[in-house]
């Protein structure tokens, strides 16, 4: 199923984007994906959710390398690279799925009381990975959007996350609501791509089974 109009617990408003495609990519990944990551979630900038909200949980530097073609973490200039390739990927906005792991002491009242059942499961996601020319960063990093709404933060919990797509590039906005109005867009195509058959199936991939060690 298609969503054609706005998918629940999702804001899309009117974008200036509306004329981008929905649904992007084959009807099944291909090379490099399925690309597999894991790590601890880092504190970032604050900014995604106070911002533009959408929220966004970083995987550390070492947990992302391995994804990237060759020379894209050291240059910033890297617009004009192919997005994917079978020994890696550039810069820009991908989907796939993810799973947060609270630790041991999640079975505690108080940490089961902002971290339910519903927090723990594989859920979509949306990941930026560059250097987000808007705000200037000076280094590259990998900032995944989880597709629900989760009570409270997580820093420090583990996290795996499973890429089998590529969206767009990354681009340098001259507003924030431009910004804004892109991002809505990449959370509707990243849902319909994944209503696939061929992506839907990786929901429940063996790799999310076995909890990341710290």
């Known amino acids: 199923m298609v969503f054609e109009s706005t998918p629940p617990e999702i804001s899309i408003p009117q974008s200036l984007s ?24 880092m504190r970032g900038f604050g900014r995604g959710g106070k911002d533009l909200g959408c929220p966004t949980a970083n995987l550390p530097d070492d947990a992302v390398d391995g994804m990237l073609l060759d020379g894209v973490k050291n240059s910033k200039n890297s617009t004009d690279r192919v997005p994917e390739g079978k020994d890696g990927v550039g810069t820009g906005v991908y989907y796939g799925y993810a799973r947060v792991y609270p630790p041991e002491s999640a079975g505690s009242e108080a940490e089961a009381s902002r971290f339910k059942e519903e927090d723990k499961v594989v859920l979509p996601m949306v990941m930026s990975l560059g250097w987000n020319p808007f705000y200037k960063n000076e280094r590259l990093t990998a900032e995944i959007h989880i597709l629900h709404s989760f009570a409270s933060d997580f820093y420090g919990y583990q996290m795996k996350a499973l890429v089998l797509g590529y969206i767009r590039p990354e681009l340098d906005y001259t507003t924030r609501e431009g910004l804004i109005q892109d991002i809505n867009t990449d959370k509707r195509v990243a849902l319909n791509c994944l209503d696939r058959p061929g992506y839907s199936v990786f929901a429940g991939d063996e790799f999310f089974d076995s909890i990341p060690t710290a």
């Open 18 to 41: 509306s004329t981008r495609p929905l649904i992007v990519g084959p009807p099944s990944p291909s090379l490099p994906y399925p690309i597999r990551l894991q790590g601890p979630v």
